[in-house]
Structure formats: structure tokens, C-alpha cells
């Protein structure tokens, strides 16, 4: 089945495509027929381009532009050995091969006890017996452990980790390239401590062209996470960056983004793995993290090991449904770790919980560890997060002067940064209609402010340094008033959009209700405005 003389094989040819990591592209206008449907056909399965990845060399080279210092950094003798844990349901043919190739050729022998794939109950023809004969060659080092039902990530890692004989042990996503060295820095932390779980530097991998992009040290970003409780990204805070002395020295991170890290077999034991109610995908990283720090360990990112991942912007398979798999689990999460903090999340949700199972053992499991309070935690690992509790106003911000009422409305997230904020009919779930307007007079929901700077409004990430950023509002006249240019918050007559105008006192379209509001605070912090 495998044939020999497919590109993907070739080793050590320059000038193949995609070597030291170059972008492929693909010219689809090019195409035959034939080939535009195969190229469709791989967009569709995968989400990213599975005909560029097709003409790339599972043993492809990477940049070799890496920092100097990492080049001469010394390592343990002595460190433990890893079990490689990479989870997949219906991965393409040849990104999982150059997954399980970048572990195999850049991972010293040593080090490497087993690469254990976890087939997640795909049913794709190639990952059936081909996937088997092909791991044959490697005499036992590659195992596949194969899921009789679909088990979603979290549990599928859990069954890997059951069967790993390593002391390590070390999780991929099955769309990952490693880069050389990426290992050692990664098992010497462990080495030093135990308790400390790491995370090497995710490049990303182009979806579309597969071009590598390597990160230098000095661009490490740590991760965090929202009141969403969803995972994010900022630059090292001033008080960490202050107390380190080179780029390349591991800093600590109050969350991980999930996919890859390195965590001592038995110490992972210990932490109680993952909640094995959580289902499919999602919040599982967060859980770990909170867990870590609350519960005495250590988690870092190590700028010297650096692991490409293909970055995509759809899940391409199917979930379960009916429920939402994602909220239910980010539920158990709140509910065991976040304390009284989980009402933010619950009302980001609108307090509609549904039912998210039983976790009387899990919360025995944060009692039996003995684990700090999640204010411990956000007072000493994530002080740089904004807590709603500190805001003059919440939920939602609604216009009455059209019916259905109209409220303010924005989609921001992760891939969503710089947007038009809208109007929508109030919907009342919470979601992309909760704002927060805080006591510096920001209307913000998690890291994104609403701006105005002349023309559209719009968001953008909050800068603190008030400017375009501060409005003034007043709860008894509605009146929404933005600091610099002195313009109310308006509507188009017909509700459908926002305009800026001159403030009339008595004009409804100027109206605007927080859903709720602290008028002790808003006098206190100076963000009433006069009526
Ligand atoms: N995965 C799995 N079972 C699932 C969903 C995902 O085994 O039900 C695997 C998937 O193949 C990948 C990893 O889990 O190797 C993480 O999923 P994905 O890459 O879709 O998540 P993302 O990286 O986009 O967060
Ligand atoms: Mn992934």
C-alpha cells in the first residue's frame, strides 16, 4: 500500500519542496481537474492543506536560524527518559508520519523509551493496517493503541498514559514537527524538579503553505486565560522579565495552551491526570494548570525547545451533538478550582449550567492535595488578570428606543482582535453581548476595549492608558459619553448601527443600560458623568 516512490520519502534532497522549512505553494489555478478535487478533498478532511503536505518529505529539515545561546547550552547527563504520547483521530497520511519522523530522527535514542499513538477511533483506510506494517520498521519502538469508541482527547491521552512505561511522559498533537534539541531542555527541568511541567515554544506550521515559522527567544509569550475560561497569549510581564537574565531562560506561565508538554510520569499521578468527565476537546488544559500551581508545582515554557504545530482556524472532524462539550467541561473546571471566582464565568454563560455531571471526586482530589485558593493563584501567578469583581458596571447594554431592544454586540476572541463593535437584538445569553465598564471607564469584555478614534467604533486590545479607551457613563440618563471627544454613544434610527453624535439629553437613541451597576463605585472612581 505504501508506494516507495511517493515524495514524501525522499531524504535529504535540498531541493524538494518545503525543506529547511520553506513555505509550498500551491498554485490551485494550475491544477487539473483531478488534482483540484484532491486538493478540495484534503482542505475539507483536515482544515489545512493536505496536497502541500503531500509534496513535502516526512523527513523535511528545518530552519537552522535558531538562537545562538541554545546551540551551546549545557545539559544533565543523567535525564530521565520520555514516553511520547501523540493522540489522533483521522490525521492525514503524511503529517502524522512527519510527526512520529521529527520525534524518531531528532530525539537521541536514549531519551526516547516509545512513541505510543493513540488512534481515537478514526476510520480513515490509511491509519488501519497501513498505519501498522509502516510502524512495523521500527522494531517495536512506535506502539498504536487503538480506542474502541471515540474518546475525545482527554481521555484518549489518559489511556496513553496508561500503557507509557516512560518516566516522562511527553504529549504531541499528531500534527507537530520537532525541531533538533527540542527534548533535552525540556527533560532537564523535570530532572532538576519533578513538580515542574513544562512546555517547549509552539511554532506554528503555516495551514496553508506548511512554512515553518521558528520563534526566536527574545518573542516568548507566556499563556493565560479569560473569563470565557477561554486560553490565551501575553508577553512576559514586567516583574518576570525583570528578574531574568537571558532570552533563553525558562519562564513560568500561568497556563498552557495544552496540546505539548513534558510532565513526570508519577508526578502527573499524583495531580490526578485530567478529569476524565471532560469530554472530546477543551478546558483540560486549563485544569492542569490551575492544578499545577494550586497544588505546589511549577509550569514553564522553555524557549530552547521548540516543536512546530499547524495552527487551524476550524476543527475539522466531528464532536458530539447536542451538547456543548466545550461549556459542559469548562463547567467542571469552575466548579472544582475557580471558588467564588466562578461566578464570572457563569455569568459570561448566563448562569446557564445545564447538566455538567458529578464532580464529588474531583473536588475530594483538590482537598486530599491540600491545594491553595484560586485567589492564591491569581494574587501570585496571574496577577496581570482583569477581575471583573473590581468593575462599576456589567452584563449587558441595551437601547430601548427601537423594539426589539437592541444591544451592544461583538464577536472578540482569539482569532477577532481589532472589530466594529454592532448592535443585535438583545438575546440575553451573555456571550458576545456582556460588556464590563471598569473603574478606569473601560467598556471591556476580557482584554478587549472599546475604542473610539474618530471614525468607526470599534475594539481593540485594552491599553490602560485610558485616551480613546474612557467613556463616562450615567445609569439614571443612559448616557454614554466618551471622554475624549466629548461624543455620546448613538443609533441609526432604525437601530441597525452605532454612530457617535453630539450628547442630547433627551434623545432615546442616545439611551443605553448596563444590566447592572455600582453607582458607590462609579462615583468613587470618577466614571459617572454628569447629567
Ligand atoms: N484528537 C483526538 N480525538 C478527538 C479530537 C482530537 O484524538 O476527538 C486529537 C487530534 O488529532 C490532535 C489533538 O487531539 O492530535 C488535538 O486536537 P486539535 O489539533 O484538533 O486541537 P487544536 O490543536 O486545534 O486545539
Ligand atoms: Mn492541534
Redesign the pocket.
Known amino acids: 500500500m505504501v508506494d516507495p516512490n511517493d515524495p514524501i520519502y525522499k531524504k535529504g534532497d535540498a531541493s524538494q519542496a518545503g525543506e529547511l522549512g520553506k513555505a509550498v505553494i500551491v498554485d490551485k489555478t494550475k491544477l487539473t481537474p483531478e488534482q483540484k478535487a484532491i486538493y478540495d478533498k484534503g482542505m475539507l478532511n483536515n482544515a489545512f492543506n493536505q496536497y502541500a503536505s503531500d509534496m513535502i518529505s516526512v523527513h523535511r529539515t528545518l530552519p537552522t536560524n535558531i538562537d545562538a545561546e541554545c546551540k551551546t547550552e549545557k545539559y544533565n547527563e543523567n535525564l530521565p527518559r520520555t514516553s511520547v504520547i501523540?493522540?489522533?483521530?483521522n490525521?492525514a497520511w503524511s503529517v502524522l508520519l512527519r510527526t512520529v519522523h521529527s520525534v524518531l530522527e531528532r530525539t537521541p535514542e536514549h531519551l526516547l523509551e516509545e512513541i505510543v499513538l493513540?488512534d481515537?477511533f478514526s476510520d480513515m483506510d490509511h491509519t488501519k493496517r497501513p498505519l501498522e506494517e509502516y510502524m512495523s520498521q521500527f522494531g517495536g519502538k512506535v506502539k498504536i493503541l487503538r480506542m474502541e469508541k471515540?474518546e475525545?482527547?482527554i481521555r484518549?491521552r489518559l489511556r496513553g498514559a496508561a500503557i507509557a512505561t516512560g518516566e516522562v511522559l511527553t504529549y504531541l498533537?499528531?500534527?507537530c514537527e520537532c525541531m533538533e534539541g527540542w527534548i533535552e531542555p525540556l527533560l532537564d527541568r523535570i530532572k532538576r524538579d519533578p513538580t515542574t511541567v513544562v512546555c517547549p515554544v509552539i511554532d506554528v506550521i503555516d495551514d496553508n503553505t506548511f512554512e515553518y515559522h521558528h520563534s526566536k527567544a527574545y518573542f516568548t509569550s507566556v499563556g493565560g486565560f479569560d473569563w470565557g475560561l477561554q486560553f490565551n497569549w501575553h508577553s512576559i510581564p514586567e516583574r518576570d522579565r525583570k528578574n531574568r537574565t537571558r532570552a533563553i531562560d525558562p519562564v513560568r506561565s500561568p497556563t498552557m495552551a495544552?496540546?505539548l508538554f513534558s510532565i513526570d510520569k508519577k508526578y502527573f499521578e499524583k495531580l490526578g491526570t485530567y478529569d476524565p468527565g471532560f469530554d472530546?476537546?477543551g478546558g483540560e488544559n486549563l485544569e492542569l494548570s490551575f492544578k499545577i500551581w494550586m497544588c505546589g508545582g511549577t509550569l514553564e515554557i522553555v524557549p530552547c525547545s521548540h516543536v512546530g504545530?499547524v495552527f487551524?482556524k476550524r476543527?475539522p472532524?466531528k464532536w458530539r451533538t447536542g451538547v456543548n462539550v466545550l461549556k459542559r467541561n469548562s463547567i467542571r473546571l469552575a466548579e472544582v478550582w475557580l471558588d467564588d471566582y466562578k461566578t464570572y464565568y457563569y455569568e459570561r454563560i448566563n448562569n446557564q449550567l445545564g447538566d455538567f455531571g458529578d464532580v464529588s471526586a474531583r473536588k475530594k482530589l483538590r482537598s486530599d492535595l491540600g491545594c491553595k485558593s484560586f485567589k492564591w493563584y491569581l494574587d501570585n501567578i496571574y496577577p496581570e488578570l482583569f477581575v471583573p469583581g473590581e468593575s462599576v458596571a456589567k452584563g449587558e447594554v441595551r437601547n430601548s428606543a427601537v423594539q426589539p431592544a437592541r444591544c451592544l454586540d461583538c464577536m472578540v476572541g482569539r482569532h477577532e482582535k481589532n472589530r466594529p463593535v454592532g448592535t443585535y437584538q438583545c438575546h440575553g445569553q451573555g456571550g458576545n453581548q456582556y460588556w464590563m465598564l471598569s473603574k478606569d471607564g473601560e467598556i471591556r469584555r476580557d482584554e478587549s476595549c472599546v475604542d473610539y478614534a474618530g471614525s468607526d467604533v470599534m475594539v481593540f486590545p485594552c491599553h490602560g492608558m485610558k485616551g480613546n479607551q474612557e467613556w463616562r457613563y450615567n445609569h439614571d440618563t443612559g448616557r454614554l459619553q466618551h471622554a475624549v471627544s466629548q461624543k455620546c454613544l448613538g443609533m441609526t434610527r432604525d437601530g441597525a448601527k452605532l454612530e457617535m453624535v453630539q450628547c442630547q439629553y433627551d434623545d432615546p437613541y442616545q439611551h443605553w443600560k448596563f444590566k447592572e451597576f455600582n453607582e458607590a463605585k462609579a462615583i468613587e472612581h470618577g466614571v459617572k458623568s454628569p447629567s
Open positions: 501523540v493522540c489522533f483521530h490525521e493513540v481515537d471515540r475525545g482527547l484518549a498533537d499528531s500534527h495544552g496540546g472530546i476537546w504545530h487551524r476543527s472532524y
